[in-house]
């Protein structure tokens, strides 16, 4: 059983950039789909992107072109760079990985503790 721990998170300005990792305890070689979520208090998760296992990529329309996601396979990790933060981008950020059917379901098999990104105007 895989186990997702993410880190990176922290305090930012607005304008500014962080990188989130998320390790995995065993192999991810073979989860078709990696991705990740955020989530501020009151409001539903969202997704921010998603890698699957060949390396295509997709994004949530208000981050395409300022975040970047992608995957190490040799590390086991997935890694979401953010550039050009934003305030309303504060929230606790979720790795997780499934099946690619998950991205309409929301069953994911695997998910992460999440971590706090703090983005201060």
């Known amino acids: 059983q895989v186990q997702l721990v993410e880190s990176g998170g922290g305090l930012v300005q607005a304008g500014g950039s962080l990188k989130l990792s998320c390790a995995a305890s065993?192999?991810?070689?073979?989860?078709?789909?990696m991705a990740w979520y955020r989530q501020t208090p009151g409001n539903e998760r969202e997704l921010v992107a998603f890698?699957?296992?060949?390396?295509?990529?997709k994004y949530a329309d208000f981050v395409k072109g300022r975040f970047i996601i992608s995957r190490d396979n040799a590390k086991n990790t997935v890694y979401l760079q953010m550039n050009s933060l934003k305030p309303e981008e504060t929230a606790v950020y979720y790795c997780?990985?499934?099946?690619?059917?998950?991205?309409?379901?929301?069953?994911?098999?695997?998910w992460g503790q999440g971590t706090q990104v703090t983005v201060s105007s």
């Open positions: 997780v990985g499934g099946k690619t059917s998950a991205l309409v379901s929301g069953r994911w098999t695997y």
């Open positions: 065993g192999s991810i070689d073979s989860i078709p789909l």
């Open positions: 890698i699957t296992a060949g390396g295509s990529t």
